[in-house]
């Protein structure tokens, strides 16, 4: 089965850049791009699949208007478990705050730090390692 990515970040030039890599990479995959943190939560409250294996990946910028990244982890806490446990969070970010990868790599959401520009190399690893 392929996996969904979801991609919320404020940049349209990124959420492009995702899009075109993750459909060069996996062009049997589906891309749901949010520029609008809001909306790519409410996508992801309604985010849900039969099965219990985790169907999607989540590229999560962190420094958005509004609701940071951070604030978008907090809400999906809030979650039902087989919603939660869908969706595979990366945060993919340009920070370069070792605070903002250690907040990342100690959230029991947060699979993993990306640093942006998302690559077909950053990419594969994620692919391979968590096969659908």
């Known amino acids: 089965m392929a996996?969904?990515?979801?991609?919320?970040?404020?940049?349209?030039?990124?959420?492009?850049?995702?899009?075109?890599?993750?459909?060069?990479?996996?062009?049997?995959?589906?891309?749901?791009?949010?520029?609008?943190?809001?909306?790519?939560?409410?996508?992801?409250?309604?985010?849900?699949?039969?099965?219990?294996?985790?169907?999607?990946v989540l590229f999560l910028d962190i420094n958005m208007p509004v609701l940071s990244g951070w604030d978008v982890l907090e809400k999906m806490e809030q979650l039902p478990e087989n919603q939660k446990n869908s969706i595979d969070v990366y945060m993919l970010s340009s920070s370069v705050d070792q605070l903002d990868r250690e907040k990342a790599d100690n959230h029991p959401l947060v699979k993993g730090y990306i640093s942006k520009p998302l690559t077909r190399a950053k990419l594969l690893p994620y692919i391979i390692e968590n096969p659908a």
């Open 3 to 56: 996996r969904d990515f979801i991609v919320i970040d404020d940049d349209r030039i990124n959420n492009m850049i995702c899009s075109k890599m993750i459909g060069l990479t996996v062009p049997d995959s589906e891309t749901q791009t949010f520029i609008l943190p809001e909306e790519g939560l409410k996508y992801l409250q309604s985010y849900q699949k039969a099965n219990i294996q985790p169907n999607a």
